[in-house]
Nanobody, 127 residues
Framework: QVHLVESGGGFVQAGASLRISCAAS????????TAWFRQAPGREREFVAA????????YYADSAEGRFTISRDNAKNTMYLQMSSLKPEDTAIYYC????????????????????WGQGIQVTVSS
């Protein structure tokens, strides 16, 4: 298992940028493909972005493409999500997730395929 802790959330105005981080501990971080999901009040948890074990391949939801950038630093056991041009509809609790896999298919966008989760961090974007 890998333990995940998010940080860097907060309250920003529309159009602003924000970077959130996910620090991992436990088993080697490079064993895991990792992702960001988010959940807004009254809505299901949704995929935001994912990154392969060594960062060579990234995946984005349509809502994140072009505005968000996922990255990771395995030497620091940390994953990042740089968010720009934030919109009020980006308001949600953001969760980092990890799964031990070398398979990269559409399942990387499915929350149920991840077995390691952080506690989540609030990001609020005001209009």
């Amino acid at each position: 298992q890998v333990h995940l802790v998010e940080s860097g959330g907060g309250f920003v105005q529309a159009g602003a940028s924000l970077r959130i981080s996910c620090a991992a501990s436990g088993r080697p971080f490079s064993n895991y493909a990792t992702a960001w999901f988010r959940q807004a009040p009254g809505r299901e948890r949704e995929f935001v972005a994912a990154i392969s074990r060594y960062g060579g391949t990234t995946y984005y939801a349509d809502s994140a493409e072009g505005r968000f950038t996922i990255s990771r630093d395995n030497a620091k056991n940390t994953m990042y999500l740089q968010m720009s041009s934030l919109k009020p509809e980006d308001t949600a609790i953001y969760y980092c997730a990890a799964r031990a896999t070398s398979v990269y298919d559409t399942s990387i966008r499915v929350a149920g395929t991840y077995d390691n989760w952080g506690q989540g961090i609030q990001v609020t974007v005001s209009s």
